[in-house]
């Protein structure tokens, strides 16, 4: 029971949190001032408030606009939902991390055999006056700068 309390506590402190950042968004003049022109519409049912208001909302596209406007502030305040989330994807990537290396290994043990198989050598030892040149051309090498317009 004190759990459900605590709940709610956290969910109106959420809200409040929420309407008090909206109201201090750039767009929320504009918002506002259309769902009072929505409320005073002949649309909008006085006995059935709720479900008409709704129904009125969808189809003037103003529930997208309240909705990307909760996304944004969801987004831009980093909720600790978010972060749980962050900590689930942390792990996927790690996972599919481990798998891309054993498929690369995969790749290049199969590779390597399809080229022995072939009499091709596949990686070869450098002579040493070979392994010297590219050692002395190194630098030059890793800062070429090719321009644009040589490879177009």
């Not at 309240?66 to 987004?75: C, K, L, S, Y």
């Not at 790749?107 to 055999?113: A, E, F, G, R, T």
Request: with cysteine; glycine share 2%; proline share 1%.
């Amino acid at each position: 029971m004190d759990e459900d309390i605590a709940k709610d506590a956290s969910l109106d402190k959420t809200a409040r949190k929420l309407t008090d950042d909206i109201q201090n968004m750039s767009n929320y003049r504009a918002l506002y001032n259309e769902i009072q022109r929505l409320i005073a519409s002949p649309v909008v049912d006085k006995d059935d408030f709720k479900n008409s208001l709704v129904t009125a909302l969808k189809n003037n596209g103003l529930e997208t606009e309240i909705r990307n406007t909760v996304f944004h502030w969801t987004r831009s305040r980093g909720s600790l939902h978010s972060r749980s989330v962050s900590h689930i994807q942390t792990a996927d990537l790690s996972y599919l991390k481990k798998t891309q290396i054993q498929w690369e290994r995969r790749i290049q043990k199969s590779l390597n055999s399809t080229c022995s198989e072939l009499n091709i050598p596949l990686a070869r030892i450098r002579l040493t006056a070979d392994r010297d040149e590219l050692a002395e051309k190194w630098n030059e090498l890793s800062t070429y700068d090719i321009g644009k317009f040589i490879l177009r």
